[in-house]
């Protein structure tokens, strides 16, 4: 699981990403899991072009995203495109996002804080 | 097994996509279109330089000349928009602030480097040409370092 900090300490990015046990796997058969297949190298050295995960959307319904979450949200303002990102920060308007590959990555330092409404879910784990 | 069943499932009903990259795909970004219209600026700009002029009362001369002129003139202007252009896209797009640190340079060589083509637009000088040359092979060093590839600069003509 990615590691959690709180907004008060220095974030940092997540380093692993676990692989998925065969509860994930029923979850997602029950529809508790959504699984994505991931394009493109701003997740990189973490996660490769090709790389399957699985999202708990129901996640964040009653707590917030933690800095160091991966997630998975739409961009502000390309409506449809899904984004993977980490969490760099939190505050009441929406969350921080920031690719891993910093230099690869279109993220909040560009398109500036991602509204709650547009969190999609938090990647659990790799599927499989 | 498990893992099998997973993989047929993954054949049979593929993942939705999530996107890990800029607003362009990831690699679509080269500075060698920018390469390309400063080099047929510098081409333009030299034969304007070298064009004679043609003989008083040789009226077909001076229909072929003017007409010559004109074409050279308008590919210039518009090659220089080109690379404008495309040096634009290279600034705003591509660079990110993690690349201003490894080159505090950066905006002060694509500001100059887009005046350059302004001014070549404006101007029929061969310095002014060569400068863009300059500007944009410094900037082909650059964007290549923030990849960590050693592409070698190299020129059409």
């Keep these: ?128 | 097994m498990l893992n099998y069943a997973i993989a047929k499932l993954q054949a049979w009903f593929p993942a939705a996509e999530v996107h890990a990259h800029c607003d362009g795909p990831c690699g679509v970004y080269d500075p060698s279109s920018a390469r390309i219209a400063a080099e047929a600026v510098v081409s333009m700009t030299k034969k304007l330089a070298d064009l004679e002029m043609p003989a008083a009362g040789d009226k077909a001369a001076a229909v072929a000349y003017h007409n010559t002129f004109a074409r050279y003139t308008a590919i210039k202007e518009e090659q220089a928009q080109i690379a404008k252009d495309e040096l634009l896209v290279l600034w705003t797009d591509y660079f990110k602030p993690v690349h201003l640190e490894q080159f505090p340079d950066l905006h002060d060589t694509f500001w100059k480097a887009a005046k350059l083509c302004s001014a070549t637009k404006v101007e029929v000088s061969v310095q002014h040409a060569n400068e863009l040359m300059e500007a944009v092979h410094k900037i082909h060093n650059m964007f290549w370092a923030t990849k960590n590839r050693d592409v070698s600069w190299y020129t059409a003509s």
């Design chain 1, 1 to 128: 699981m990615p590691v959690n900090t709180s907004h008060e300490t220095f974030p940092s990015p997540p380093s692993q990403l676990r692989k998925s046990h065969p509860t994930d796997v029923v979850l997602w058969l029950l529809r508790l899991r959504r699984r994505f297949r991931i394009v493109g190298e701003s997740m990189q050295p973490l996660l490769v072009a090709g790389t399957e995960v699985l999202i708990n959307p129901f996640a964040y319904r009653r707590s917030q995203p933690l800095s160091g979450d991966l997630v998975v949200a739409y961009h502000p303002h390309q409506p449809g495109l899904r984004l993977i990102k980490w969490v760099v920060y939190v505050e009441a308007q929406g969350c921080f996002l920031k690719g891993l590959n910093a230099p690869a990555s279109t993220d909040s330092r560009e398109f500036g804080l991602v509204p709650w409404e547009s969190i999609v879910g938090q990647v659990v784990c790799r599927f499989p």
